[in-house]
């Protein structure tokens, strides 16, 4: 709900998670690593409602500009 208030809050929400997708390093979990030169691309594939407002939509945009610039895709599925 807050996000619809507020819809920036979609875009930092979603830039949050692009930042993390394009700072990841590495990790570890039973005895097997990933590391970040094993990664060939980067992607966040997002479930959208199909109610979203537009201008919901135009911060989702801007987001997936922002991916673009940090070398993460973003592809987003609407849903409803």
Same mark, same amino acid.
């Given at each position: 709900? #807050? /996000?619809? #208030? @507020?819809? @920036?809050?979609? !875009? %930092? %929400?979603i830039k949050g998670n692009i930042d993390a997708a394009a700072k990841f390093k590495e990790y570890a979990l039973s005895g097997r690593e990933l590391t970040s030169s094993m990664i060939s691309n980067r992607e966040i594939q997002l479930a959208i409602p199909a109610d979203t407002t /537009?201008?919901?939509? #135009? *911060? =989702? @945009?801007? #987001? =997936? *500009? !922002?991916g673009k610039s940090q070398g993460v895709k973003v592809t987003v599925t609407q849903v409803k």
């Open positions: 709900m #807050a /996000k619809l #208030a @507020n819809p @920036n809050q979609v !875009y %930092s %929400s /537009k201008t919901q939509w #135009a *911060e =989702i @945009n801007r #987001a =997936i *500009e !922002y």
